[in-house]
């Protein structure tokens, strides 16, 4: 009895001094693992760029023994097939449960394997990560055409998934810079798609698959020329109309910005910064500073951000910004989710002395995680993302205002590219491609952290219904959610914000029934949070806390 005391004390305590336990105790630990892991890659050479062929024949290896035994009724076959990678490497809020898959040793596959400047490609691996690809090709002075800000960011999850950059209101989304896809199928065969070849409907519908069409071993992405620096551009803006146009404005204009991206920080206050691909005249003549963003002393890139509102009405601010210091802004912040867990990581004493240790090592955040926690940022803190239609930009941030209170919000623009995939245009969904892609300008916003009123003690913030009726929203407009976030939908309703016609046919062509997971199963979380909309009704009755989408049967939830 004594000693459970003792350790409820210890709890106790723990919750109430958070953050000293997270400096004191989960950063050094999460550097060491960070450390711990990159020096095995070091020592192993396991993943050698000569070396693929061998991978590339252990999973087609794996995969034809594990078909064979399906064909035989074998129990241990009978699982679906999945990566060996661990459940809290990837970067999103779910840890993935494979305890009921077959897994397939496939977490080596991280090497750079080629870059091609005469083609402008580099050909990856599916683990290597956005950091080491990024670094890479600086060196080379190449950059991939669209480049996440996240350095442990696979590129094999963000074209099988989501990614979106600054850049991609010019050249679409992450998925749509790549050039073939090579996938060992569900027999065990190794393919390679091309738009133009005969497994150009594979790869129309390989994006946002989630690895459920076959296992990918390799791709191609385009590259493009990197100068050394980015001119950015930094204006403020005190009307959530004032913004919301201009923004629109940029990513539609016929010859936009390289780079661009809304900061928002309340309703009618927000920056937006255009990015310019500086010209080596530009930056020897000196007449710009020159502020490498990146740096561990550095303010975090948003609270640099936010200090621009000081500047004015019709004032901006430009500067010069080390090309891989900008790509990689908002790494350190965690997308400025960083504030959530350690509130003084802009701190000037923090950054001067422990800032060389951030971001922290995800994987070991995730891994060591608490259920309890877990359960926390469900019920508590919203982790959401959308994307939709441009012209619904300032409706989407009014109705964000209203349900969450939550700054600042990170804004991104996109140009959607409708292949008959899984993400289609408004009023596509359902309807036979065309054979000719079509394109729209979509704007995203991420939502991350605590409501309002949660903050101020709200113990009955009912957070589950309010995604839901923002995931209703985004539904409504022709738009999406990413599905890093977690998702609240049913089964029935992520079916209708995605087009998965494409999908089902590549799963009976390409034999995937049975031998992968389905998307839903993929992207839902570990922890059901449909199961807490009963109690979030029963604190409103019919009031605020009442599910809104309608009263769906059980079932279906």
Known sequence: MNLKRTIDAARRWADEHREL?????????????????????????????????????????????????????????????????????????????????????MNDLTAILAVDGGRGVVRLEPFATVGDV???????????????????????????????????????????????????????????????????????ALPWSHGTLGLLVALEMRVIPAPSHVRLVYRPFYSLDAYAEEYRRLVIDEDPPHFVETLIFGKDRAVILEGHLATQDEVRAGKLPVNAVSRYYKPLFYKHVEGMLELGESRRHEELVPMYDYLMRHDRSMCMCLAQILPTANEPWFRYTMGWMLPPNTTFLKGTRPEAERENTIRRQVWQEYAFPAEHFAEMVRHVHDAFEIYPLLAYPCKVIDHGGLVRLPGNRGRAYSGTAETTAFLDIGIYGFPQRVREGDEQFPAVTRVRELEQKARSLGGFLHTYCDVFSTETEFTEMFDHTLWREMRARYAANGTFPTIYEKVKPEMDPLQFLEEEQSWAGKGEGADPIGELPRQQL
């Not at 192993?44 to 794996?62: F, I, L, N, W, Y």
């Not at 074998?74 to 097939?81: D, G, R, V, Y």
């Not at 991939?144 to 979106?164: F, P, Q, R, S, Y």
Request: glycine share 6%.
């Open 134 to 204: 990024a670094e890479h090709l600086d060196q080379v002075g190449l950059q991939l055409e669209a480049t996440i800000e996240m350095k442990d960011a696979t590129l094999g999850g963000l074209v099988m998934a989501l990614g979106m950059t600054t850049h991609s209101h010019v050249c679409g989304l992450v998925h749509d810079t790549v050039t073939a896809y090579e996938i060992v199928t569900a027999d065990g065969e190794l393919v390679r798609a091309t738009a133009d070849n005969e497994h150009a409907d594979l790869f129309r």
């Open 21 to 105: 336990v997270i400096i004191g105790v989960a950063l050094p630990l999460s550097t060491l693992a960070t450390a711990v892991d990159k020096a095995k890659q070091l020592v192993t050479k396991q993943s050698e760029p000569d070396e693929h062929g061998v991978r590339v024949a252990r999973v087609m290896s794996d995969v034809k023994r594990y078909a064979a035994a399906r064909k035989r009724g074998e129990a241990w076959a009978q699982k679906p097939l999945r990566t060996d990678r661990k459940g809290a490497a990837s970067l999103n809020t779910r840890v993935a449960d494979k305890s009921r898959a077959q897994t397939v040793r």
